[in-house]
């Protein structure tokens, strides 16, 4: 029997396959980490727990002198007749894990633990398996048929209430202070009254340096994109009736920091005039007046 081919057709039936948003599964790595496989997203594949065990399985099958392989295999199939049984265990163990954890605060002795541990994942030279992760279309579309018509529960939520659920009255109050305080820490004034008035001043330059640089050029993600109509009705909607006056002093700023910046000179491919990239792609390219006359 070939074993190899019939765990390769469970994988493409994995991987090609789009589960719903309330349906218990476990990752499974197509090439075991033992034997050199990684924890690269291109290497995970989302697994029922009667497939996953199967897919063990068929491991041992074809690699046999691994002992990892069927260490892990008899971990698995231990104390089980079947994968139907496996995936039932399965199941009412994350539904138990679920119902009696849900809205219970850690321990901070448990919080303070595994930060210690990432810390030191990080400095032994960890790399996360997500950075520089690129989501495909196809990915984001099933997330957000998965996220569709799905209700956030009030503890869940990120506003004050949800703080208070979460953690009661006294101590939601104080978390929730501290989570919006994290917001406003990207500021001069911030830097200076935490740092003093030189070294505030030069961190928060370095850090206002790291930005432009990051979000600058291709590096950033919106560039040469425009909002839809849906997206750009929602933006004048919040908007209205807003007090969008700005004053002398914000007018200056923005004078200053424009202030000898050159702009990108891009062409027209069809009227072959060239101009600054904002107002080129504004009234060229797709909306160009020749291409519109034609």
């Known amino acids: 029997m070939n074993y190899h081919k019939i765990y390769q057709d469970l994988i493409k039936k ?24 990684s924890n690269d997203q291109i290497n995970l594949v989302k697994m029922l727990p009667e497939e996953h065990l199967i897919a063990h399985l068929l491991l041992v099958k074809i690699h046999y002198n691994n002992p990892q392989l069927v260490y892990a295999a008899n971990w698995m199939a231990s104390r089980v007749k079947n994968n139907k049984e496996y995936g039932w265990i399965k199941r009412q163990f994350a539904k ?11 321990d901070q002795t448990s919080i303070n633990k595994q930060k210690k541990t990432i810390a030191e994942k990080y400095a032994n030279g960890y790399v996360s398996p997500v950075k520089g992760r690129h989501i495909t279309d196809n990915h984001k579309k099933a997330v957000s048929i998965g996220n569709k018509g799905k209700a956030i529960e009030p503890q869940s939520k990120s506003d004050l209430e949800g703080f208070i659920l979460r953690y009661g009255q006294e101590q939601g109050l ?7 305080n ?26 206002v340096n790291k930005q432009s640089v990051r979000m600058k050029g291709d590096a950033n993600s919106f560039r040469g ?25 914000h007018n200056q700023k923005i004078g200053q920091a424009n202030k000898g910046r050159k702009q990108e000179i891009i062409t027209c491919p069809h009227c072959k005039k060239s101009g600054g990239f904002s107002n080129m792609k504004r009234w060229h390219f797709d909306k160009c007046p020749l291409l519109c006359a034609t």
Request: hydrophobic letters at 25%.
């Open 174 to 180: 104080i978390r929730y202070k501290n989570a919006n």
């Open 14 to 37: 994995c991987t090609d396959r789009t589960l719903s948003s309330d349906q218990y599964f476990e990752q499974h790595h197509i090439i075991p980490k033992c034997i050199g496989g």
């Open 96 to 106: 138990i894990e679920r119902d009696t954890k849900l809205g219970i605060p850690r």
């Open 182 to 207: 994290k917001k406003r820490t990207a500021t001069l004034e911030h830097y200076v009254s935490k740092f003093g008035i030189d070294e505030g001043t030069r961190r928060f330059n370095e850090y």
């Open 225 to 249: 994109k425009q909002h839809s109509a849906e997206a750009r009705a929602k933006i004048s909607q919040s908007n209205t009736s807003k007090n969008k006056i700005r004053t002398i002093e």
